[in-house]
């Protein structure tokens, strides 16, 4: 099973969350021998004004259906930091 890339990762949450920042980092190379080595285990800090007003589990529901075809084929594990923009 080929691990998804970060840019991959990148393109989906883009389109569905049009974040104002957005960084993925590949932390596969933190698991080696571990279960699921090899599938991608990834940290994810996203902005989005499309979290406003949602609780952390609805911001996280939210980055999982956008990755929905990467989960479980290309994704073993995923870190989430969703937060929304500063206010002015």
Do not use: C, N, W
Request: hydrophobic fraction near 40%; aromatic fraction near 4%; charged fraction near 15%.
């Amino acid at each position: 099973m080929a691990a998804a890339t970060p840019q991959q990762i990148e393109a989906a949450l883009q389109a569905a969350l049009a974040p104002q920042s957005l960084s993925v980092r590949d932390d596969s190379h933190l698991h080696v021998g571990h279960a699921g080595y090899g599938s991608g285990h990834y940290t994810v800090d996203i902005v989005s004004e499309k979290f406003q007003g949602l609780s952390s589990i609805a911001r996280h529901r939210l980055v999982y259906d956008a990755l929905r075809d990467l989960m479980g084929s290309g994704i073993h594990a995923l870190i989430i930091h969703a937060s929304t923009p500063p206010a002015d």
